[in-house]
């Protein structure tokens, strides 16, 4: 409590503009678990710039931080950028400005509690989700996954991959010739390539190559174009490559891997 409340004062003196230095944030338990495993997650302060306080609900114990981290930004945006409404739609590149895929949510006006001075705050939710839908899975999906990027070792990377895969699964485009717009994260396909090229590199190739197969299944139209810039890149080689990664995607069947990705579905 008293780091934070140097940080705080420190960023008022060095960075009076930056959000960071007037708001405070709270993690609140709220299941009914023993011990309780989902926080509540919110600020206040936004009113002294005429905005409303925003919040997250039922947040992994373990996100924690990370829930933090992706309210720091949208609220900083708020701030600097323009307001986010009820209702509205919002995202952008919230780790780096090349990460893979864009953060997206949609604000939606959370309901009243019985505790004072939490009226009027905006919800935090997956895009086009309602009120109820409750913690933003694929938004926090996508922040784990840019954020495993950033990463040299994949090492560190492995943890934030697979907790982003656990928390929001995904499934197997409902077409072949699907095509998300720019930056999308369909099924959570880049965290599951991620994964899958990251156990690679830890020598868990049988492992690894079955979380990119789930990729393939879930973003087939992105795994065309890198297939066809892969034989394009082993063509101008001299020899062909022995690694069983680029094997993979040499010998790679893309339809045969989305039908048994989509069997279990159509059973």
Known sequence: ?????????????????????????????????????LLWVHCHGMERWGLPNVEMVDVPEDLRGYAHGIMLEIVGYMKREKPIGSDEHGGGLLVAGDQRGYHQFTARAAPPRAVPDHDGMLRIVDYEEPVKAGFPHRLMAMH??????????????EPLYRRSVEISPGEP????EDKPKEGGNPGNALSWEGLGNCLCELGRVEEGLRCVEEAVARFPSWAREFQKGIR???AAMPGAPEDPWFQFWLD?????????ARAPNLA
């Open 1 to 37: 409590m008293l780091l934070e409340t140097l940080v705080r004062w420190l960023c008022r003196i060095l960075l009076p503009n930056h959000t960071r230095g007037w708001l405070d944030y709270h993690a609140v338990w709220e299941d009914e678990a023993d011990p309780p495993r």
């Open 144 to 157: 784990l996954c840019a954020v495993a990027d950033t990463m040299k070792r994949p090492s560190k990377q």
């Open 173 to 176: 485009a409902q077409s072949l």
């Open 232 to 234: 394009k890149e082993v």
């Open 252 to 260: 790679l069947d893309i339809p045969a891997v989305y039908a048994a």
